[in-house]
Nanobody, 120 residues
Framework: VQLQASGGGLVQPGGSLRLSCAAS????????MGWYRQAPGKQRELVAS???????NYASSVKGRFTISRENAENTVYLQMSSLKPEDTAVYFC???????????????WGQGTQVTVSS
C-alpha cells in the first residue's frame, strides 16, 4: 500500500492551494483519511480528518479556511486550503487507515509529505 501526496508549493499570504493524496495497492477498504503537518522544530499535528461517510474534523487553527474532502471510489483525499497564513508553512502528510483484507486489521499508512510554504 502506498500513499502519494501532491499539490504543495509556494504561495503568498491569502492565497490558496489544493493538496491531493491517493492510496494504491492491495486495499480492501479505506476508513478515516486525514492530513497532518509538521513545522520545523514542532511536533506533527492533525490538520483535518474525514470519515468514509464524509464527516470532517478540523483543527481550530484552520477551521473556516481549509476544507477536507474525499473520493472513495479513487481512495483519494483532498485538502483545499484558502486564506493561507505564514504560520501554515509546514510539511503536510496524508494519512489513511486501511484494511487490506475483509477480516483483517486496520493499519495506519503515511504519505511522503509535501512542502507548503506561505511567504511574500
Amino acid at each position: 500500500v502506498q500513499l502519494q501526496a501532491s499539490g504543495g508549493g509556494l504561495v503568498q499570504p491569502g492565497g490558496s492551494l489544493r493538496l491531493s493524496c491517493a492510496a494504491s495497492g492491495s486495499i480492501f477498504s479505506v476508513d478515516v483519511m486525514g492530513w497532518y503537518r509538521q513545522a520545523p522544530g514542532k511536533q506533527r499535528e492533525l490538520v483535518a480528518s474525514i470519515s468514509r461517510g464524509g464527516s470532517g474534523n478540523y483543527a481550530s487553527s484552520v477551521k473556516g479556511r481549509f476544507t477536507i474532502s474525499r473520493e472513495n471510489a479513487e481512495n483519494t483525499v483532498y485538502l483545499q486550503m484558502s486564506s493561507l497564513k505564514p504560520e501554515d508553512t509546514a510539511v503536510y502528510f496524508c494519512n489513511a487507515k486501511i484494511r487490506r483484507d475483509y477480516d483483517g486489521p486496520t493499519f495506519s499508512y503515511w504519505g511522503q509529505g509535501t512542502q507548503v510554504t506561505v511567504s511574500s
